[in-house]
Structure formats: structure tokens, C-alpha cells
T-cell receptor, first 114, second 117 residues
Framework: GESVGLHLPTLSVQEGDNSIINCAYSNSASDYFIWYKQESGKGPQFIIDIRSNMDKRQGQRVTVLLNKTVKHLSLQIAATQPGDSAVYFC?????????????FGSGTRLLVRP | EAGVAQSPRYKIIEKRQSVAFWCNPISGHATLYWYQQILGQGPKLLIQFQNNGVVDDSQLPKDRFSAERLKGVDSTLKIQPAKLEDSAVYLCATAGPGQRMGGETQYFGPGTRLLVL
């Protein structure tokens, strides 16, 4: 069936290092992908998005890479900070016409060691 | 800009009881979603509204769950009767058009944490 999944459930990094969170998707027809950050007790917060006609998109300290050949998505966080500790979800946005629907993966927990 | 508001933040009920959750979207957002997030999992879509009409409720357990969005603004999600497996966080998200890359970015509320005993 269709799914969006993550390779690693937990990632522990040293403060100041770069973090890479990976995600695999199975629906090659999806054309829009989003990374969300969810802190404890809060709803998911938008980080960055990318359309399928792009390979890379950069934001502030974050970069999303899309490899359509192997259906793989990654989120890179530069100079990881304690405030980056959270669960990160990739989501696949698909829908007919304007009925955008998000299919979420199970998430990766990022732990930042001081 | 005010975010998506949800209430209550926490609710504890016994199985077979009823419960209702409320969501107030960001002003002007026509699309509203309800998600269920079980501990350790990603959010799962229950129902999607466009204004006051249902776009997709294929994942909503209609024998016990119902939702409405009268007047196309606030929305309520109800569970009657609740089961133990309904324990989860219920997230409301809303979206406005054309904000990012041609898609509708969804903005989430803080969620309602439901525990069914």
C-alpha cells in the first residue's frame, strides 16, 4: 500500500553537529513533500517543503533533498541546537485537484546532546 | 496572526461515554482537517472540510465519529461512544490557498489529548 516511512526512529547528535533525517516514500505520483517538527505537547510545525520538480531546497539552517529515482527525502539541519530536539515527520501531499491531503510517516525523534 | 485554536487541551473519559472537541481555524482558511495521532505515530487524517462541505471522510469511523463545520468556520469532532483505542491526540489543521509552492500548507493546532479509561 501507499506509505511514507522513516529509516531511523531516533537520532542522537552532538550540539553543533549537522543532523540528517531520512524518509522513504512509496507513491511516485506524489508531487509535494513537507517536513514538520513536533515538540512535546504541541502540534506539528511546518519546517520546509519541496515540489517534485526540484531536487533541493534550502531554508534557514535546514535543507531538504529529494531523490525521485529512489523515492527518498531527507532533512538536513546545520549546526544542530538544543531547541531542535523534537520529533520530525515527513509528509506526502497528494490529492485530486485542490483536495490536498497529507500522509505522514511515523516520525524520527531527534535528541541533541549538549 | 492567531494560530489554530483547539479545546479542551485534555480530556479523560470512561469507555462508552461521549466526547466533543472544538477547533477554531486561522481567519480566512477555508480548508479544515481533523487528524488522529496515536502515541508514537504520525497524524492520520480523519476528515477534510472545504468551507462547510466534506471533501474526504473515508478514514472516519462513522459508526462512532462525527464532525461538522457549520457556517464554514469553527468545527467540532465528536466520538460517541468512545472506545479504549480512541485514546490519542486529536489535531485540527487549517489551510489557506497559495501560501507555499502552489500547495496548501497546513497549520496545526496544539491538539486535544484524549484518554479513554
Amino acid at each position: 500500500g501507499e506509505s511514507v516511512g522513516l529509516h531511523l526512529p531516533t537520532l542522537s547528535v552532538q550540539e553543533g553537529d549537522n543532523s540528517i533525517i531520512n524518509c522513504a516514500y512509496s507513491n511516485s505520483a506524489s508531487d509535494y513533500f513537507i517536513w514538520y517538527k513536533q515538540e512535546s505537547g504541541k502540534g506539528p510545525q511546518f519546517i520546509i517543503d519541496i515540489r517534485s520538480n526540484m531536487d533541493k531546497r534550502q531554508g534557514q539552517r535546514v535543507t531538504v533533498l529529494l531523490n525521485k529515482t529512489v523515492k527518498h527525502l531527507s532533512l538536513q539541519i546545520a549546526a544542530t541546537q538544543p531547541g531542535d530536539s523534537a520529533v520530525y515527520f515527513c509528509a506526502e501531499n497528494k490529492g485530486l485537484d485542490s483536495s490536498y491531503k497529507l500522509i505522514f510517516g511515523s516520525g524520527t525523534r531527534l535528541l541533541v546532546r549538549p | 496572526e492567531a494560530g489554530v485554536a483547539q479545546s479542551p487541551r485534555y480530556k479523560i473519559i470512561e469507555k462508552r461515554q461521549s466526547v466533543a472537541f472544538w477547533c477554531n481555524p486561522i481567519s480566512g482558511h477555508a480548508t479544515l482537517y481533523w487528524y488522529q495521532q496515536i502515541l508514537g505515530q504520525g497524524p492520520k487524517l480523519l476528515i477534510q472540510f472545504q468551507n462547510n462541505g466534506v471533501v474526504d471522510d473515508s478514514q472516519l469511523p462513522k459508526d462512532r465519529f462525527s464532525a461538522e463545520r457549520l457556517k464554514g468556520v469553527d468545527s467540532t469532532l465528536k466520538i460517541q461512544p468512545a472506545k479504549l483505542e480512541d485514546s490519542a491526540v486529536y489535531l485540527c489543521a487549517t489551510a489557506g490557498p497559495g501560501q507555499r509552492m502552489g500547495g496548501e500548507t497546513q497549520y496545526f493546532g496544539p491538539g486535544t489529548r484524549l484518554l479513554v479509561l
